[in-house]
């Protein structure tokens, strides 16, 4: 799926229940009409406590920092913590998702159908596939120094774990410190693995071709 571009406006949906202005006076106003039950904030919506470090109306804000930094945009960021959140066993709540994100975001201001939802999930799904190939493939064709590598994962590390406090999520010093120790450990092997693999016999991905690196 090609994802949507960065610039895209957030789907906005109109609520099927705003009054008519046409109305008379002595006519009921058709949001009166709903029934309190169908009005209703779930339960677990109400209860909902994520991104509440970030104060209602900073979209742009949001989106403006993750441009700077990562391939995703706010929208994408958002919806992509509430599909991980709101997962049953039957699949993703996207109805409910949709219908309750300015409720659920305080920087999103607009209701999403479930396909909008359904979309912004795919595309972030789809650019963290490809910055992932991206980043390995840098970390393994040598064009950084050990030195180069530790300060980009270090970069990485600290927009991530940013990322991470503002969505309401505590991390302790003691968890950082294991998880940054446990991340270099696995880009020390990467390297040393890519290398030896760089000296070796290389598999073409589309056709299975095995070649020696000298080969042209």
């Known amino acids: 799926m090609t994802p949507p571009p960065e610039d895209e406006e957030p789907t906005r949906v109109v609520s099927p ?23 209703a904030i779930p339960e677990d919506v109400r209860k909902y406590e994520r991104f509440t470090k970030i104060e209602s109306g900073t979209y742009d804000r949001a989106n403006e920092f993750l441009r ?16 991980a959140d709101f997962r049953t066993e039957t699949g993703v709540e996207m ?7 300015p409720e659920l975001v305080p920087f999103m201001t607009d209701t999403y159908t479930p ?24 970390a393994m064709s040598d064009f950084f120094t050990a030195e180069e590598l530790d300060d980009v994962m270090y970069e990485s590390t600290e927009v991530a774990k940013f990322l991470l406090e503002v969505e309401g999520v505590d991390l302790a010093v003691e968890d950082e410190m294991e998880a940054e120790d446990r991340i270099s450990s696995v880009m020390r092997e990467v390297r040393e693995h890519s290398a030896a693999l760089r000296h070796d016999e290389v598999c073409c991905p589309e056709c299975g071709h095995e070649f020696g690196v000298d080969e042209k």
């Open 17 to 39: 229940h705003e009054p008519d202005e046409t109305a008379g006076d002595d006519e009921p106003d058709a949001a009166d009409s709903q029934s309190p039950e169908s009005d």
């Open 68 to 83: 700077e930094r990562t391939y995703i945009t706010a929208r994408e960021w958002a919806i992509a913590r509430l599909c």
């Open 95 to 101: 109805t409910k998702i949709g219908e309750n994100l």
């Open 115 to 138: 396909q909008a939802v359904n979309q912004a999930r795919a595309s972030f799904e789809e650019k963290v596939r490809k910055a992932g190939a991206t980043f390995l493939y840098g």
